[in-house]
């Protein structure tokens, strides 16, 4: 990877749109953040050695070499408030036919093979690029993290990876349950969105783009992405009128040395169609044999489970909860959550980390600050990625800890025993407005005693903040 250097040119054009504008652009805050620029390179870098693992990255050399530059041009018009010296940009393609793009913090971006083959004009391709490069230089995914989690630094990096693989069909990236709940945790919020889409109206004027690309792009994406949510929309959601709010960011703008749809994007893609057709994220998926696990166990699922100790161990959870379980049960730390389960009941199927019995605690970001609607979007995602989960979406009130909540049993189809098992859901909304989940996952035959054991683990929640 090579660090990016600024030329002094491309610093003066910076200043000049920065000038000329500056009254009328609408102010951009980064939000506040308690890790450094450090962890973020850390985070990513950790992330990235994963990507590599588990995504088909291209070794094409003028794929890349078009991508890195357009990127350099891009992180070269960066202003000057949010440039980071620690942060190394790099871009790579990744050979998968969905439109979608994603970068990591501290600079790794990716870009999938679609994106390219879908965009009408160069622009549209920068305008994806400067929306996800304007997320690192802010800082998002570390900001977000700020105010969600309160697992350490270095156990978010398998948390990012697994938000940006996973998707609604055959996640790589699995954790916890074959949920693959990664994905509700690294969608970045609405405010987060406006603030990228903004950021990378700019960066896209100062580097020769007209930012009304940008705009264009979003509706390219859910034009091409064929039925369902779009896989890039699906982590980064529409704040409402961004087609509106962008074009007129970019009338506020003025474009640096004309427009740059080059002969290189018509070469690029006329290359890509001489290549074999990129596999979909399904395919990935399903010849994928990382089988990875949240505790580090890839052993299949034994079925030979204890039944639950009458004796309960407490666990501190930082500074989110304390929770009490079986004394039998082990703690299996993710990245984004955390599982209590006896052994016998996790391992691997179907090359996803899973677990039979037992209960996963974790939270979730609340857009909606209403907690009825914050679970009626938890069960949509989980439902996304397993259509044979089922429900009456019938809520019973009470309290977890104090604090009003929701109460929901639902039916799915174990990935390890293909038997049937209940889902018992609570959720609860924290002083930050995030959502607090615990999820009881038992076979339906042995939902009876399980079912007792999880309404206790349940009351002997309490909130430390």
Known sequence: MSRVRMKSSVIAAVLAVSVASAAAQTKITAPKNKYSPADDVKLGREAAQQVQQELPVMRDEEVNSYLNSIGRRLANAIPPEFRHPEFQYTFTGVNMREINAFALPGGPMYVNRGMIEKAHNEGEVAGVMAHELSHVALRHGTAQQTKSTP???????????????GGT??????????????TVFMKYSREYEK??????????????????????????????SGPGAPQWMSSHPDPGNRYEYINQEARMLRVEGGARDTREFQNVQAHLRTLAPAPSAEDVARNSKSG?????????????????????????????????????WRELGSNNSVTFA???????????????????????????????TATSELI???????????????????????????????????????????IDM?????SDGSLFYAIGVAPREQFNTYGTVFRRVIGSIKFSR
């Open 151 to 165: 697992f350490a630094i270095g156990q978010i990096a398998g948390q990012i990876a697994g938000a940006i693989i």
């Open 169 to 182: 069909k055959g996640a790589i990236l699995a954790q916890g349950t074959e949920f693959g709940l990664g």
């Open 195 to 224: 603030q990228a889409d903004l950021l990378g109206a700019r960066i896209m004027a100062a580097s020769g783009y007209d930012p009304r690309d940008m705009a264009n792009v979003f509706k390219t994406i859910q034009k091409e």
């Open 292 to 328: 990875r696990t949240s505790g580090g166990d890839t052993r299949p699922v034994s079925g030979n489970v204890p039944p639950p100790d009458s004796r309960y161990q407490t666990y501190d959870e930082g500074n989110l909860f304390r929770i009490s379980v079986p004394a039998n």
């Open 342 to 372: 006896p052994d016998g009941a996790y391992g691997t199927a179907n090359g996803q980390s899973v677990f039979t019995h037992g209960v996963e605690v974790g939270v979730a970001r609340n857009e909606a600050h209403d907690l009825t």
């Open 380 to 422: 949509d995602n989980l439902r996304q990625s397993n259509p044979r989960l089922s429900g009456s979406g019938n809520f019973e009130r009470g309290q977890i800890g104090g604090r009003q909540a929701l109460h929901t049993v639902l039916s799915n189809v174990s990935e390890a025993t293909g038997g049937q098992e209940v």
């Open 426 to 430: 609570y959720t609860a909304q924290l």
